[in-house]
């Protein structure tokens, strides 16, 4: 009898994983990772200018001014930061500041203070979906470094582009980054913190966080990622700091933790190996996915600095 009792609760097991891997291949993954991938957190949301930063927090912040930037197709309006430099009164240089996936640029304000009190013009954009901007989709590179050129084009016109220009991102932020650089040459130095190789990779790595090895196969993320690029209309393949840091001469500067377990230091390896005479690479022992950060404004800052400032 007990040796029965057994049986059937291994039978009911078995039964019980057969259900758990049906749902995850028939309707979790087909369903909600395509949705997943490519909606905004201000989807279908509308911005409204009175909501923006108001100057009295803007000067509480070290911010000089905030601009609402209209960009696309497809179109969004865009909310951007501006802090001018603490050391000089004219800056040695405009940096680019992104944020992650489903971040917001005040999460970059340590960043930028950093850059400020090294003298130069620092720009914080809510990228497209995000924060204070409007934006339905994201694409992980595709749409959101043709908005940040269009950003450069606005400042340029305003005369609030001081060369030379970089730019400084952190992982979504750092895609960002190096796809911009492939698209505008004024970007001559880069620093991506904790980023990526392409849409499909970053997708297989965060994917099976979420959902067990097993339940989710290598067939079913591809055709989510094909499903995700017909819902936001762009193409995924295009989504690749792979081939972006191959098309730019800009300097670039790769930091990833060797702990990182969301997007692997493997990522900013292949990136360094893809463009070796134009590239360095920083591995920091014991720093994961969400920890590198705090390291871009304690231990690596004066790298960072250097950096940006070398010729």
């Known amino acids: 009898m007990a040796a029965n009792s057994r049986w059937l609760r ?33 989807f279908g949301k509308k911005m409204d200018p009175r909501d923006d930063t108001n100057s009295a927090q803007l000067s509480s912040l070290g911010l000089t001014r905030q601009l609402r930037i209209a960009v696309g197709p497809p179109p969004a309006s865009l909310s951007v930061w501006i802090m001018e430099p603490t050391t000089a009164e004219r800056p040695q240089g405009t940096v680019f500041v992104f944020h992650g996936i489903r971040d ?36 992980y590179g595709v749409v959101e470094s043709q908005d940040m050129v269009e950003i450069l084009n606005a400042l340029a016109f305003q005369g609030l582009l001081t060369h030379p220009v970089a730019a400084f991102g952190c992982s979504y932020g750092g895609a960002i980054a190096l796809q911009l650089a492939a698209r505008d040459a004024r970007v001559k130095k880069i620093v991506t913190v904790a980023t990526f190789t392409s849409l499909h990779e970053a997708v297989r790595g965060s994917a099976r966080q979420f959902v067990p090895g097993w339940a989710i196969t290598e067939s079913m993320i591809e055709k989510a990622v094909l499903k995700a690029g017909q819902l936001a209309n762009f193409t995924p393949s295009e989504a690749s700091p792979l081939t972006a840091i191959t098309r730019t001469k800009a300097k670039v500067l790769l930091i990833h933790g060797k702990q990182d377990k969301k997007l692997p230091p493997s990522f900013s390896q292949a990136l360094h190996e893809a463009a070796p005479d134009h590239s360095e690479l920083i591995l920091v022992e014991g720093a994961d996915h969400d920890s590198i950060m705090r390291e871009t404004t304690a231990g690596l800052k004066d790298r960072i600095l250097s950096w940006l400032a070398c010729k």
């Open 104 to 139: 917001k640029k005040s999460s970059m304000l340590g960043t930028g203070r950093m850059l400020a009190n090294a003298g130069y013009r620092v720009v914080l954009p809510d990228l497209r979906g995000h924060g204070q901007s409007s934006g339905d989709w994201l694409t």
């Open 10 to 42: 291994f039978g009911l097991t078995l039964f019980g994983l057969g259900i758990l891997f049906a749902v995850a291949h028939f309707v979790v993954v087909p369903l909600w990772l395509p949705t997943a991938i490519v909606y905004a957190p201000n």
